[in-house]
């Protein structure tokens, strides 16, 4: 997330030394969302199912794919096979898309 809004601020030249709390960082996106909610922070970057559980206000910025990368001969490793099958769980779908804000259409999709 932090990677993300340097290269938006580089991108639109703004010096992120004229950011008042640009040096603060919180390790999660919750830890983000308890942070406004506290009054700690005016604002933060973060995810939709964070700003939900807080009852925050939020502003999309970006859609960002998150992948799991690993080794092809991993891809059929029995060890893996519970992932495999939450991941295309009909009832695991349904609960990451009611967190908010993640599109689930190819989860569990494997590409060679």
């Known amino acids: 997330t932090r990677v993300l809004l340097d290269f938006e601020l580089a991108r639109e030249g703004i010096d992120p030394a004229g ?23 005016d604002c933060g970057m973060g995810v939709l199912a964070a700003a939900r559980a807080f009852e925050l206000d939020f502003v999309p910025v970006t859609r960002e794919p998150y992948d799991l990368v690993l ?36 989860m569990g999709r494997r590409i060679r």
Do not use: K, M, N
């Open 71 to 106: 080794e092809l001969e991993s891809l059929e490793l029995p060890a893996l096979e519970p992932f495999w099958q939450l991941l295309e769980s009909p009832a695991f779908r349904a609960a990451v898309e009611q967190l908010g804000g993640y599109d689930t259409a190819e």
């Open 19 to 41: 950011i008042s709390g640009y040096t603060r960082e919180e390790p999660t996106h919750l830890a983000i969302a308890a942070a406004i909610s506290a009054d700690r922070a």
